[in-house]
């Protein structure tokens, strides 16, 4: 799943490609990806990009008076074409979810892996009409973001396990699960640990948490949109490793598994050396 890292670097490499372009159409291929009606997709056509933007995990592309948002979900990706596709001649069932075409044939096609299609696309007058947004926590890189903020959002969340504090994005906007892994690897937390925590633990925390996302930004700086996903993955020091060296210490990386996603972690650097227990009520490790 594209996350906070990813999306900003889509949002810089997109803004150099459409940001004074027409236009010309949007072509929705997956009906079930777009979830508004008024302004229909034919609004967008002819109209000038004049902006681009990130809400936590949410692309928004500025269209005259419209905005064109897209969360990727979890297999979604963003394709750049040069040329002028080629015409479809019947519909499909692939992985094409929607095609932007510009004024000169150029463009980017949405595209979504796997049967589970969930790519979500709104054409509205506001990003703000889309519940999912309105609801969006804090950016963690904000300058507003302070540690201070931070502790009152671990508070607040009380014995929920970290994790899934760090992965709420009511909470805090644009960390899925990808990057919760990893900034609980740079702080030497368990994934189970409670988010009620020290001071002392907070600051080591939201230090991680940070410097991860800042150094993955960092290292997608000038990386186009088709090879930002192996950007990813080769940067990884724990999650998507399950049974690799963990690059700290040594110790093998280990992998729980749940209904929908799987989590890894370094038993040595972040539970005392114990295993977690591989199913979804496995007792908290501090």
């Known amino acids: 799943m594209p996350e906070l890292p990813e999306i900003h670097a889509l949002v810089t490499d997109l803004s150099t490609r459409l940001v004074g372009r027409t236009l010309t159409r949007l072509d929705l291929v997956s009906f079930a990806a777009l979830k508004t009606f008024d302004p229909p997709v034919s609004a967008l056509s002819n109209r000038v990009i004049t902006a681009i933007e990130r809400h ?5 592309i500025s269209v005259g008076d419209l905005h064109l948002v897209m969360h990727l979900a979890r297999a979604g990706w963003i394709r750049w074409r040069d040329g002028e596709p080629a015409p479809r001649t019947r519909p499909t069932s692939g992985p094409l979810a929607a095609r932007l075409v510009l004024d000169d044939g150029s463009g980017f096609d949405i595209t979504e892996a796997g049967t589970k299609k969930s790519v979500a696309i709104w054409i509205v007058r506001s990003a703000d009409e889309i519940p999912q947004i309105e609801r969006l926590g804090p950016d963690p890189l904000d300058a507003a973001f302070t ?3 931070f502790t ?4 607040s969340a009380g014995r929920m396990q970290i994790k899934g504090v760090l992965r709420d994005q009511s909470r805090i906007a644009g960390i899925g699960n990808a990057y919760s892994d ?3 690897h740079v702080a ?3 994934p189970y640990k409670p988010a009620s925590m020290t ?3 907070a600051s080591r925390l939201y230090d991680a948490m940070r410097e991860t996302l800042q150094g993955a930004i960092e290292r997608s700086e000038g990386v ?3 090879n930002l996903k192996r950007e990813k993955k080769t940067a990884m020091r724990v999650h998507g490793r399950a049974g690799q060296e963990c690059p700290v210490c040594g110790d093998t990386v280990r992998q729980v598994i749940f209904a929908d996603r799987t989590l890894e972690y370094c038993p040595s650097c972040q539970t005392g050396g114990k295993p977690l227990a591989d199913r979804v009520l496995s007792r908290l490790l501090k």
């Open 56 to 60: 936590g995990k949410f692309l928004d």
């Open 147 to 149: 540690l201070d903020v």
């Open 152 to 155: 009152r959002i671990l508070d």
């Open 182 to 184: 990893e900034i609980l």
């Open 188 to 190: 030497r937390m368990s």
């Open 199 to 201: 001071p002392d633990e």
């Open 224 to 226: 186009g949109a088709s």
